[in-house]
């Protein structure tokens, strides 16, 4: 009888104990997330307005505020399309060719998230710097790398080179390419099957891979304090405005023009969650 009795009686406990481990969890897990996100992110704003709105719309229209959001757009405007042409173009050939040199293709494009930025803007600084390879040459024809917007541009493109691709790479595979076969074995060429079969498949999640690299690019701090040689006005961007001023004392007005980076977190956050959504949905109407 004891015997019967004793699983019955450890299910039950498992049972009432399983709610308030469940409630634990939650609890921990909302502390994390309030220490490490929510508190930030508060005592940024509260910094920022610390001196009052006057203040804060000084330091966020100031030239060099100014110069440092306008410098940071035009790189992701280069860098975004670039890396997202050679995502689609790299997940294409891995998801569906088998080729030697696969497997290092591969791992290549994973290079960036293994690699330091600082270290990233050393080896453009080996390359293209004053004393490199070739920057000596490109300085003398007029056109310097190092210290200036092309720089700045490489060493973006290279942190944010693998997001859309590794984005793309395994929904690529798990797709297959049935369609595309028949698409092609229907008459149609490789421009319409992409048009037509391919990017309607992946477009979802080509845009989550896109929202991610676009973040990177304008948050990048890293490589580009490398390569870009602090010079205010003309190659400092968003995150090394910041950091200037605060070197400079000036908290109120680097908390100000922090903000604007937290803005734009808060909207990759809810643009990531929208895509997220709709690439879930997408899932589920092609499963049923």
Same mark, same amino acid.
């Given at each position: ?8 009686? &450890? ?32 005592? $940024? ?5 610390? +001196?009052? /709105? ?11 505020? #100014? ?24 997940? /294409?050939?891995? &998801? ?5 040199? #696969? ?8 290079? *960036? ?16 710097? @004053? ?16 210290? &200036? ?30 369609? +595309? +076969? ?21 477009? /979802? ?10 973040? #990177?690019?304008?948050? +990048?701090?890293? &490589? $580009? ?13 968003? *995150? ?24 734009? @977190? ?16 997408? /899932? ?5």
């Amino acid at each position: 009888m004891s015997r019967i009795l004793q699983p019955q009686t &450890a299910s039950r406990e498992q049972k009432a104990e399983t709610p308030f481990v469940r409630y634990l969890l939650s609890l921990l897990a909302l502390a994390i997330i309030g220490l490490f996100l929510i508190l930030p992110l508060v005592a $940024v704003l509260f910094e920022a307005f610390r +001196e009052g /709105w006057q203040a804060y719309l000084t330091a966020v229209t100031d030239r060099y505020t #100014r110069h440092a959001i306008l410098l940071t757009l035009f790189t992701a405007l280069i860098c975004v399309p670039l890396n997202t042409l050679f995502g689609i173009a790299a997940a /294409w050939c891995i &998801a569906r060719f088998q080729f030697p040199g #696969r497997s290092l293709l591969t791992t290549l494009i994973d290079l *960036p998230f293994s690699v330091s930025p600082v270290i990233a803007g050393l080896v453009f600084i080996l390359i293209f710097g @004053a004393q490199g390879w070739f920057g000596g040459w490109f300085a003398a024809n007029g056109f310097p790398v190092i210290f &200036a917007l092309p720089g700045i541009v490489l060493a973006t493109m290279f942190v944010t080179l693998p997001f859309v691709a590794r984005e793309l790479i395994p929904l690529m595979q798990a797709q297959g390419a049935e369609q +595309e +076969e028949a698409a092609i074995m229907l008459g149609a060429g490789p421009w319409r099957m992409f048009w037509t079969i391919t990017l309607p498949r992946i477009k /979802w999640g080509l845009l989550y891979g896109v929202i991610l690299c676009n973040a #990177r690019a304008m948050g +990048e701090f890293g &490589a $580009v304090s490398v390569v870009s040689g602090h010079i205010r006005g003309s190659t400092n961007t968003l *995150p090394l405005h910041v950091e200037i001023l605060y070197n400079e004392y000036q908290f109120s007005a680097a908390f100000a023009v922090a903000t604007l980076l937290a803005g734009l @977190a808060i909207v990759t956050l809810i643009a990531k969650s929208i895509v997220e959504w709709r690439q879930q949905r997408q /899932w589920e109407n092609a499963s049923s």
